[in-house]
């Protein structure tokens, strides 16, 4: 049992640690990001920075999830359908209860999806991408008929406040990403439930033989994953006002991306919360950036993924030289 303990001990250890091997990826885009700022002279304003700031907020928001299902060897690809159906509930609610009420509901609602992921991944034990991809499909389905296959627009002006407020002059749903990153950052880092996610990604078998119950948190992981997506989905709902059947569409691999590039391992056990707020942060930097120099959204697409690639690739050659 000692020996199972050191194991633990030792991923843990692995995962707080800072590389270059690890961080490297990030280390040139920030370079990049640098250079390239120097060469385009609106990109510092201050308008820009809020403006990228305020893009970032829905998909960080959504990553903090993936963050937490990813380190525990798990993989959630119906978050951007989950963002969908959340926005347009969380919109057509309003038509009959407070909108406060309805931003429960929909959490609720993200929550449970989030259950029945983890649930059918840990219990049943479908491969989580499987698991994913078959709600991910329920889930647009359910929001075709739940919309009718028509926009919903939002009817209360006290709730776009979420979206599209300011405090002082920061976005408010900048505000809400910050504080999500700064509370979830410290239950990963300081508490059970985040040192056992790192276990569970790191060693399942080990963490089991200790007494963990390794389907408890591996489940946990999920319903974080589904809560985070929600309220994405409540986010964008209240700043674009409307919801479409087609909302969310790819932010999945957008999420993906950010986490990974923000030095979540793929094969679970390490990453953290701020690596991958980083990781959203410094996408939408090299959107933000290839946008005022006008490169074409297609390359834009081929660079993303020639990104992705090059990140698990490196993560994975590296797990193997270990």
């Given at each position: 049992?000692?020996?199972?303990?050191?194991?633990?001990?030792?991923?843990?250890?692995?995962?707080?640690?800072?590389?270059?091997?690890?961080?490297?990826?990030?280390?040139?885009?920030?370079?990049?990001?640098?250079?390239?700022?120097?060469?385009?002279p609106?990109?510092?304003?201050?308008?820009?920075?809020?403006n990228?700031?305020?893009?970032?907020?829905i998909?960080?928001?959504?990553?903090?999830?993936?963050?937490?299902?990813?380190?525990?060897?798990?993989?959630?690809?119906?978050?951007?359908?989950?963002?969908?159906?959340?926005?347009?509930?969380?919109?057509g609610?309003?038509?009959?209860?407070?909108?406060?009420?309805?931003?429960?509901v929909?959490?609720?609602?993200?929550?449970?999806?989030?259950f029945?992921?983890?649930?059918?991944?840990a219990k049943?034990?479908?491969?989580?991408?499987?698991?994913?991809?078959g709600?991910?499909?329920?889930l647009?389905?359910?929001?075709?008929?739940?919309?009718?296959?028509?926009?919903?627009?939002?009817?209360?002006?006290?709730?776009?406040?979420?979206?599209?407020?300011?405090?002082?002059?920061?976005?408010?749903?900048?505000?809400?990403?910050?504080?999500?990153?700064?509370?979830w950052?410290?239950?990963?880092?300081?508490t059970?439930?985040?040192?056992?996610?790192?276990?569970?990604?790191?060693?399942?078998?080990?963490?089991?033989?200790?007494?963990?119950?390794?389907?408890?948190?591996?489940?946990?992981t999920?319903?974080?994953?589904?809560?985070?997506?929600?309220?994405?989905?409540?986010?964008?709902?209240?700043?674009?006002?409307s919801?479409?059947?087609?909302?969310?569409?790819n932010y999945?691999?957008?999420a993906?991306?950010?986490?990974?590039?923000g030095?979540?391992?793929v094969s679970?056990?390490?990453?953290?919360?701020?690596?991958?707020?980083?990781?959203?942060?410094?996408?939408?930097?090299?959107?933000?950036?290839?946008?005022?120099?006008?490169?074409?959204?297609?390359?834009?697409?081929?660079?993303?993924?020639a990104?992705?690639?090059?990140?698990?690739?490196?993560?994975?050659y590296?797990?193997?030289?270990?």
């Amino acid at each position: 049992m000692k020996n199972v303990k050191d194991m633990l001990d030792n991923i843990w250890e692995k995962r707080k640690g800072f590389t270059l091997k690890k961080y490297g990826i990030m280390i040139a885009l920030i370079i990049i990001s640098i250079i390239i700022s120097i060469t385009t002279p609106n990109f510092l304003t201050e308008r820009n920075i809020m403006n990228i700031l305020r893009q970032s907020s829905i998909i960080g928001v959504m990553a903090i999830g993936t963050t937490f299902v990813i380190i525990s060897g798990g993989f959630d690809i119906c978050v951007g359908s989950l963002l969908a159906l959340a926005a347009a509930m969380c919109l057509g609610l309003q038509n009959y209860m407070p909108w406060y009420i309805a931003i429960f509901v929909v959490l609720a609602m993200g929550a449970f999806v989030g259950f029945i992921n983890g649930f059918l991944t840990a219990k049943i034990k479908i491969v989580a991408i499987i698991t994913t991809l078959g709600t991910m499909t329920i889930l647009r389905g359910i929001t075709y008929l739940y919309t009718g296959g028509y926009s919903i627009i939002g009817k209360n002006p006290d709730f776009k406040f979420i979206g599209s407020g300011y405090i002082g002059p920061i976005p408010f749903p900048v505000i809400i990403l910050f504080v999500m990153v700064i509370f979830w950052q410290f239950v990963l880092s300081k508490t059970k439930l985040g040192r056992y996610s790192c276990a569970v990604g790191g060693n399942k078998e080990a963490t089991r033989l200790s007494g963990v119950p390794v389907n408890f948190y591996h489940i946990m992981t999920f319903v974080i994953g589904g809560l985070m997506a929600a309220m994405s989905g409540i986010i964008y709902a209240s700043r674009l006002n409307s919801a479409t059947p087609l909302a969310g569409v790819n932010y999945e691999m957008d999420a993906i991306a950010a986490t990974v590039i923000g030095g979540t391992s793929v094969s679970g056990g390490e990453g953290s919360v701020i690596g991958t707020l980083i990781g959203v942060l410094l996408l939408n930097i090299l959107g933000n950036m290839f946008n005022l120099l006008g490169v074409q959204v297609y390359i834009q697409y081929i660079i993303k993924g020639a990104i992705i690639l090059a990140v698990v690739g490196f993560d994975s050659y590296s797990k193997a030289k270990e």
